[in-house]
């Protein structure tokens, strides 16, 4: 895992063509990068490997189909903390880090102090974790779950400047 990016980042049209084509692709080669955004493979495997550096492009993976993983049932979970202090905190993190069903974690403002998007099989599978897992906890005081029916746009590449499309 690459660090966060810390500095900001002066990027210029090419970079952003370089980013633009690798969301699209990761599995880009090199040589297919560099005629896509019309550099050299030099200059272009300088740049990726920069970007990578800094911490823009943090990683490739591929992106799998959950249902024929018997991943079928996405959820919103919404949870409130039982204490508002740095430890209640960080008990709750480190539970949230160990459950791979949690997709993505994000902490919140307002009557909620955190949101996670998990996906497990089915029901039963998420009554587990509720019930037996996030409820029990000490950290926790409420939980309330939506499931999701339908998915209209999901993990769309980030909105790129303009000239980044450009060719």
Do not use: W
């Not at 030099?42 to 993976?61: F, I, K, T």
């Not at 249902?67 to 202090?85: D, Q, S």
């Amino acid at each position: 895992m690459r660090p966060p990016m810390t500095d900001s980042l002066t990027l210029d049209g090419f970079d952003l063509k370089i980013l633009a084509a690798l969301q699209e692709d990761g599995r880009l080669g090199n040589q297919e990068l560099a005629e896509r955004v019309h550099l050299s493979p030099s200059q272009c495997s300088r740049r990726r490997l920069r970007l990578e550096e800094r911490g823009v492009v943090r990683g490739y993976r591929a992106d799998l189909a959950p249902g024929p993983l018997g991943l079928r049932v996405t959820v919103f979970t919404k949870v409130a903390l039982a204490t508002h202090n740095r430890d209640n905190a960080r008990r709750f993190a480190e539970l949230v880090r160990g459950l791979d069903c949690v997709l993505e974690a994000h902490v919140l403002t307002g009557d909620s102090d955190y949101l996670l998007k998990l996906i497990v099989p089915d029901l039963k599978a998420l009554s587990a974790v509720v019930n037996d897992v996030l409820l029990p906890h000490e950290s926790v005081a409420h939980v309330h779950s939506s499931v999701v029916l339908d998915t209209l746009k999901e993990a769309a590449p980030l909105p790129l400047p303009r000239s980044a499309t450009a060719s």
